[in-house]
């Protein structure tokens, strides 16, 4: 068992003393005898605990209402996803291999300057009317549709700014098993099932894709002890399931904040999350384990396209007349301990669709954990 960091500070502190005394002992020897040259002694590591790189980051996140006590509109979301250790390049992991023609013909993406992280994902969303008893379609009610989707995203970082670059391709409609997930679940929990899953969005690939830049402003090399942070951000996202373009910001209060970008959560851009900075916390040693901080994050949209509001791409299906001006707000709290971060939030998000009685309220938890 290794000894604690601050013994083996204090263990090495004495070795240096009685190195540096031998040493002089040896030099005042007498003439002819033998002095054999003052042996280097090692610096003693800094106190703390020195973090280790990370090899992999996995995350799960989980949204729903009924946090709030509801189950209508966009009533579940779950993800999980896998973030690639820091890279000098992306010729360094084997499961960017079937890409670097095409990365090797973007500049952008290879410059040295940038850390590197491949991500990927799978996730599934529910969507429902407020009125989930009729069997018939609601006239002005949100339509019953379901999301099923796989992602693949390039992360560039450094302390100061993220690039990512998503794309998720999935299907919309019976294919997505929404009703069945959501079945299942009501059963268990012993609730009312919703009876219009028969007229859902028919199935359609779907397909979106994904660039956002988040700054972390102030820089810290050592982010130890109270501390606070804002991330602003802008994205954009692009394909027959979304188009919008989004601008937002997060602010962060508390004490021994990670190294990362904020919270993510579940949209085209989720699954990228890095929660660390690699070589900044390979070198970096924390005097606590443990960080707590609070935050508030604001996001708003101007949506051109949204599947699951203006129906299918092709064909007739139901819709409703979506609003495109639409706000998130959230609040929640955070704790990271050694590798893992644990984030819990509860979301307002505005009215999506002329009709809505209001804007929803969802909770929201996230696991990530570097490994």
Known sequence: MRPPAPLLTLALFVAAGLSARAASELREAPTGRAIPAPRTVPAAPPLGRPLPSIAGTFSIYFENDLFAGTDRYYTNGVKIGWSSPDLASFRDTPYASPLLPLLDAIPFVNRPEFQKNLTFSLGQNIYTPDNTESPDVVAGDRPYAGWLYGGFGLVLKNADVRHTFALNIGVVGSYSYAEEAQRLVHEVRDLAVPQGWDNQLHNEVGVVGLYEVAWRWPRREARVGLGW??????????????????????????????????????????????????????????VFDVGLYAFARAEGRAVARNIFLDGNTFGNSPSVDKKYLVADLTAGASMNFRDTKITYALVYRSEEFEGQAEGQLFGSITLNLAY
């Open 229 to 286: 942070d804002f991330i602003p951000h802008v994205g954009i996202a692009v394909g027959n399931v979304y188009d919008y373009a989004a601008l937002g910001g997060e602010l962060r209060v508390g004490v021994n904040l990670p190294d990362d970008f904020g919270t993510a959560s579940i949209g085209p851009g989720a699954g990228t999350a890095t929660p660390v900075e690699g070589r900044e916390r390979a070198t970096r040693a924390r």
